[in-house]
């Protein structure tokens, strides 16, 4: 017999529970806090910054909020949920703003332990939902994405979900018609908060009649539920689905003799509002971005072949089963213990099917990237706390009962706690880094532009209050190969003039008029081309013809960026008419050097024989073409000691500031991020330097 004993707990004692678990929660949430607090460039304005990019997105947007204005074209989120209660809770709790968006996920996202003991008490099971908030809470997955400084939606995106499931589990458990409200609201709110829920939602929908048509189907209160999910599902505004949610309630409430016809009638004229609004175009569009998007495919399509973004993403790529195991239940042997708990749970509890969406969800990480796997955590976590429970029944005696169950509680959460202990997260930008963008804010206007790689998009714009090209909402193949040609570009003019073009031609025109067609193709449109390799020849030319200047454009060459260089080369180093196969350039950095007397060992294989002045990678050696030290002197002006000593080959770049090594071939050697960043050399006719700190570089378009 696999039910368990029924516990009558009382609300005091869930209470209780509740906040045990809560700060429990928050108080390993803490522990990042501690560890970083004295490194002085994790600070700006006293406080630790945040530690993910998104986070500079919606706080521009509360930002912006809370000044009461922004510019037109800036991408600032002020529409966006979290922007606006994050502005809200701005102007009601006494913290500053900074505080505020760093410690936003430690408390939001601790409110799972909510839904969780509650779904435990829903069963009658309050200890197996505390058991189950405390594991759930602390997962890997979890952990990471609403850890202290994590300031993104994921705070409450699996907060809200919880929260339904709970609704329908007490829904199916009671059927009561007041538990009908609850589900509409729940799901309401989840769809304000997280638009992208409306596929998970929709699951929801589809699992609640497949669960009445196996298990009771001729029970109308099963139906009634399932009304009440696509009701909340509808495109419509909140308040909208609020209001037909009472009217269908009233119905039900205060005329008990509804026909089933009636019933049907209301059911099928919700479904046409459902089609309607969208329907299934907006899940197949959830469904074709994020599961069939082809993740050995690492180009795109169109008219023109781009590279695609996806491949370069890490949350979104093929995960090892091991891993998955550990960011779902902590390790390995914790996972397949909660598969078996979960399965067992879901025998001895029917209502528990509709945890099913989110787990099944959450295991699509394997081959659909590991950001999914955090949907996954709340039922294997009550699969696990459900095993710790029935095997701790046969046990009599009450204090060896709860010693075993504390025990296995404790086992469940140590390998979390370990890599709570261990994942000591940088802050996205440095202290010196925000210096040198708010010095940049000084200097430049709200409508000027920086161009930058994708990855520090928000963080410019909310640091120095210009716009940016593209950002991490906006990084397709298309509008990334601008910013990469810019970066990689082998000469000067090349770069400008794409700078001043793309900045006048589309980025502000073309967004105005047609946001959806393909960004590069429109300026190539606009610039009389049809072949985008005549138009790459053609904006090398020196007096090429630009538009007119509207605002200034200004080069963010970062240090950081030398990390993934190869990576923003990808974009633009192809061809884009898919005639031909570009040559892959070597390139190399490194800080990991080991100085033998004969060799300097660079790691990875690669070794440099001083008495022959050549490169050993592997079993292969290549000549050195030319080798560079670069450093600066006591008055901070660079200093480059050039050597040549072969025609062709590798070339060597040593950056005695920084301590760092870098290997390349003349395809990186000569790009604009190498040349301006590294030497400092750029063409005073187009650029002129306006912050030129060790972590970052920013130049000012002249043209």
Known sequence: MLKLKDENTSLRTVLIFIA????????????????????????????????????????????????????????????????????????????????????????????????????????????????????????????NRTMTGYYDTDMLNIVFPVFETYSLILALTHQRNRYLLPITASIALYQWWYPQAYALDTGLFVLIIAYALLFDRKNRYIYKIALFILIGILSLPFVAKIGLAVAVFSFFHFKKELSNKFILLIFVATAGIYFLTGGISLIWHFVEGYVLRGHDENTITSSFHYYNVMSTVREAGKIPFTLFAERISGHTISFVLACIGYIMALITYRPLVVTLPLV???????????????????????????????????????????????????????????????YIMPTVMTTEEVSALNELKKIASPEDYVVAWWDYGFPIRYYSDTKTWIDGAQHGGDSNYPASFVLTAKDSSSAAHMMRLYTEQYVESAKEVNNSKNQFETLLQKEGYKDPNDFVAAIAQADYKTPKKTRDVYLYLPLHMMEIFPTVALFSNLDLTGKSQPQQPFFYSTRSVQDTGKTLELGQGLSIIKETSTLKMGTQSLPIKSFYQVGYDPQQKIQV???????????????ASYKQFLVLDDYYLKSQYIQMFVFEQYDKNLFEPVIMSPMTKIFKLKI
């Open 20 to 143: 045990i678990a809560y700060l429990f929660s928050i108080s390993m949430r803490f522990i990042w806090v501690n560890e970083v607090n004295s490194v002085p460039q994790f600070h700006w304005n006293n406080e630790l910054m945040l530690n993910n990019n998104d986070g500079y997105y919606y706080a521009e947007g509360a930002r912006d909020i809370l000044a009461g204005h922004h510019e037109e074209n800036d991408s600032s989120p002020v529409d966006d949920a979290m922007s606006k209660l994050t502005a809200l809770l701005s102007k009601i709790i006494p913290v500053n703003f900074e505080v505020l968006i760093l410690y936003m996920p430690s408390f939001l996202g601790s409110l799972i332990v909510i839904p969780l003991i509650l779904i435990g008490r829903a069963l009658n099971q309050t200890t197996l939902g505390f058991i189950a908030a405390l594991i759930g809470s602390i997962a890997h997955s979890y952990y």
């Open 360 to 422: 099944a969800l959450g295991f699509i990480a394997m081959s659909s990237g590991l950001r999914f796997t955090i949907y996954a955590v709340p039922g294997m976590a009550l699969g696990i706390a459900y095993l710790i429970v029935f095997i701790s029944q046969f046990i009599q005696r009450k204090a060896l009962r709860y010693s075993l169950i504390f025990f296995l509680t404790a086992s469940a959460i140590y390998p979390n706690f370990l890599h709570i202990k261990e």
């Open 641 to 655: 000691n050039q050597q040549n000593f072969a025609s062709e080959g590798l070339n060597v770049i040593y950056m």
